[in-house]
Nanobody, 120 residues
Framework: QVQLAESGGGSVQPGGSLRLSCAAS????????MGWYRQGPGKVRELVAL???????NIADSVKGRFTITRDNAKNAVYLQMDSLKPEDTAVYYC??????????????WGQGAQVTVSS
């Protein structure tokens, strides 16, 4: 099994910054991609940012220029630096990992979720 441990999140005023961290542990053969999704109140879960292990990124248009995704391959970790936060960024943020647990088996895993609230 693979576990994703998230940290960070919280409450901040508009224009503020927060940083999310996520580390994967367990039966990991290799990690293909890690990233973040979010689900706002009454909304469907949506992609925020994804980074493949070779380093390619996919960033949602709604957060481009404000959010930065980085990774630490040695720690099996991914980070999301969120700047210039807006009230519409309020959501539960879920860490995601596409993990190969063996040469022939590949699964998707999710973190427990971290609440981010942007309000004045």
């Amino acid at each position: 099994q693979v576990q994703l441990a998230e940290s960070g999140g919280g409450s901040v005023q508009p224009g503020g910054s927060l940083r999310l961290s996520c580390a994967a542990s367990g039966s990991i053969f290799s990690i293909n991609a890690m990233g973040w999704y979010r689900q706002g109140p009454g909304k469907v879960r949506e992609l925020v940012a994804l980074i493949t292990i070779p380093g390619r990124t996919n960033i949602a248009d709604s957060v481009k220029g404000r959010f930065t995704i980085t990774r630490d391959n040695a720690k099996n970790a991914v980070y999301l630096q969120m700047d210039s936060l807006k009230p519409e960024d309020t959501a539960v943020y879920y860490c995601y990992a596409d993990v190969s647990v063996s040469l022939f088996r590949r699964n998707n895993y999710w973190g427990q979720g971290a609440q981010v609230t942007v309000s004045s």
